[in-house]
């Protein structure tokens, strides 16, 4: 069974950095696309950023110029540098992963997410 486990959300002051890291494990053939997404209460979930097997990256506009998706194949593990942070970047952050559990089957899973608080 496929599991992603995320880490490294907590309570961080505006201004300050994160990383989260998501790592999956599991019978695992290889990964396609990996994401974070965030949830704030009472917010429709959104992407945060993406990136391809192929490293091609992109960010919501919110995001972009302050938040950096990356990637390690050999771990399996997707990583989110957050700098800059702002109080409306609070929320859930959700890992995403297309992932092949086959050598031409791929399904989607989601980590359980972990909090992210950025006080003002």
């Known amino acids: 069974q496929i599991q992603l486990v995320e880490s490294g959300g907590g309570l961080v002051q505006a201004g300050g950095s994160l990383r989260l890291s998501c790592a999956a494990s599991g019978s695992i ?62 929320a859930v952050y959700y890992c995403n992963a297309d992932v092949k559990v086959m050598l031409t089957i791929s399904h989607n899973f989601w980590g359980q997410g972990t909090q992210v608080t950025v006080s003002s």
């Open 29 to 90: 053939f290889g990964i396609n696309r990996m994401a974070w997404y965030r949830q704030a209460p009472g917010k429709q979930r959104e992407l945060v950023a993406a990136i391809t097997n192929g490293g091609s990256t992109n960010y919501d506009d919110s995001v972009k110029g302050r938040f950096t998706i990356s990637r390690d194949n050999a771990k399996n593990t997707v990583y989110l540098q957050m700098n800059s942070l702002k109080p409306e970047d609070t």
